[in-house]
């Protein structure tokens, strides 16, 4: 099945991964105007009043882009939405998406029909988060024109299902878009992405260590210097399982090698209680080895343009 055409038209078939905390209008500008999709989660907009203006400086700002650069338009941007019952903000966010006609909007921790409805009713296409084939029938079925594999390797909220077997699973009854999250950091792992079977490769960790990111700078320099050795998956910090710099969960006091389940019935997705918790304990996949530097986040992009040309060059005619 061809891809919507809001995913058809991007220079390079990568998302930049909504980072809680970390993404803001100023990265998603520069990830769309560099030709990918540029993302944030809802929920980093606090208070909530301010989701309108960022989400006005966004669409302002690519129209203007688009204007002056009509040989170059700027790639779409998506909003990620908690659809979980405990966001108490979601009917506003979405409300809010809908006055910007937003056109993705990623969902994640709970497939929601409604939700689907209300972005369809204004042109948006959804793609959902899953980590496993129950979870990506469940959102296919309740409405979802897409999904984002989130397989081992991923960081935050991740799965433990190696990307080559949720790939091939999910492929072998659905040919909507798909896009792959879990440790990619380079053009290659997009290409491999699409070799796999996904459409689009989903990146977000290699973005934390750019000038855009809104992330401290010792975060950054622990994803330049970290590879996948310091990466920890546990469900201590939200009650979901998910990965984790070691050196920031050291830092908190803690031992990474001795973390004691979570209750997984206080769950916090995004929160207050979330919000301190990812703000001294830092996300991250394991991908991380191939970052090296702290730079701006079209340097990030282009040498993954280049990097997947490279690799396409690399493999020449079969």
């Known amino acids: 099945m061809p891809l919507p055409p809001v995913l058809s038209r991007l220079e390079l078939p990568v998302i930049g991964a909504p980072l809680f905390i970390i993404s803001n209008p100023r990265l998603v500008i520069e990830q769309c105007r560099a030709g990918i999709v540029g993302a944030m989660p809802a929920l980093n907009a606090r208070p909530a009043a301010q989701l309108d203006e960022w989400l006005a400086e966004i669409t302002e700002t690519l ?34 998406c809908a006055k910007y006609r937003v056109p993705i909007v990623i969902t994640s921790l709970g497939a929601r029909p409604e939700i689907n409805a ?39 909220h991740a799965g433990t299902t190696s990307p080559f077997a949720l790939v091939e699973e999910i492929r072998q009854w659905f040919d909507g878009p798909l896009a792959l999250a879990g440790a990619i950091a380079t053009g290659r792992g997009v290409l491999a992405a699409q070799a796999m079977g996904a459409d689009l490769a989903y990146i977000g960790s290699a973005f934390i260590a750019t000038d855009e990111a809104r992330a401290a700078e010792a975060y950054k320099r622990a994803v330049v210097e970290g590879a996948a050795d310091d990466i920890v998956y546990s469900n201590l910090f939200t009650g979901v399982h998910g990965n984790y710099l070691k050196c920031s969960i050291r830092n908190a006091g803690l031992d990474p090698d001795r973390l004691a389940p979570s209750d997984p019935s206080k769950m916090d997705f995004g929160g207050e209680g979330a919000k301190k918790a990812w703000k001294d304990i830092w996300g991250s996949g394991q991908g991380i080895g191939a970052v090296k530097a702290i730079v701006p986040a079209a340097q990030l992009v282009a040498r993954l343009k280049q990097e997947y040309r490279e690799a396409r060059q690399r493999l020449g005619p079969c």
């Open 118 to 156: 209300a972005v369809h009713a204004w042109g948006g296409v959804v793609l959902h988060d899953v980590i496993n084939v129950a979870f990506a029938r469940k959102a296919i079925e309740k409405g979802a024109d897409g999904l984002v594999a989130v397989a081992a390797g991923a960081g935050g």
């Open 63 to 96: 129209a203007a882009w688009d204007r002056d650069h009509p040989e170059q338009p700027a790639a779409p941007f998506a909003v990620n939405q908690i659809v979980h019952r405990t966001n108490d903000r979601l009917e506003h966010d979405v409300a809010v």
